[in-house]
């Protein structure tokens, strides 16, 4: 691969993986909202605790920062009880989990790290969707600016051509 080649392959990952980070945001805004609801007596640091700990978890990002290590280990439970309820709670969400999952760990393939962890989990806990593809990069991206402009999140179009879906896909 040519440099130029290299260096092509490596803003379209970059750009990827805003893409993955913006369906991120969005999840974590209406997780954050449900958490509010259904844990309304806990304190507004420890809601923003367990929203964090729950999407870092869904995305395989645990905070290695001590305190949010042990607000993890101390709160495995709740975690993990609202993560199995992802799928009914945030149906709507799931083809653009699935899709963020998926480019995620396709971005982190062509960075050299082949685990699929990440998808094992969210398959195991009911969140992706297995009758769905893995979008070329164009429609990922095209979902995204679709997901981020409902949620009134700034996402510059990125300009993706059919080479690149097919260089990132191959």
């Known amino acids: 691969m040519s440099f130029e080649e290299n260096q092509k392959k490596s803003q379209l990952i970059g750009a990827l993986r ?3 980070a913006v369906i991120q945001m969005v999840f974590f805004k209406e997780l954050r909202q449900l958490i ?6 806990m304190e507004k640091s420890a809601q923003a605790m367990l929203t964090g700990a729950i999407t870092n978890e869904l995305f395989g990002t645990p905070n290695p920062e001590p305190r949010f290590v042990q607000f993890r280990e101390e709160n495995r439970a709740t975690i993990m009880k609202e993560i199995y ?4 709670n945030f ?3 799931r083809r653009y989990l699935t899709d963020a999952l998926r480019i995620q760990t396709l971005c982190d393939s062509q960075e050299g790290n082949e685990d699929t962890k990440v998808l094992a989990n ?3 806990w009911g969140i992706l969707l297995k009758n769905r593809d893995i979008p070329l ?3 990922f991206m095209t979902l995204v600016r679709g997901l981020g402009e409902k949620h ?3 996402v510059p ?3 993706i051509t059919p080479e690149d879906d097919q260089r990132l896909v191959h």
Not at 36 to 41: A, G, H, R
Not at 85 to 88: K, N
């Open 18 to 20: 805003e893409g993955v």
């Open 36 to 41: 509010s609801k259904n844990y309304s007596t």
């Open 85 to 88: 309820e992802l799928s009914s």
């Open 91 to 93: 149906g709507h969400l």
């Open 122 to 124: 969210a398959d195991s």
């Open 137 to 139: 990069p164009s429609v």
């Open 152 to 154: 009134q999140l700034i």
């Open 157 to 159: 179009p990125v300009p």
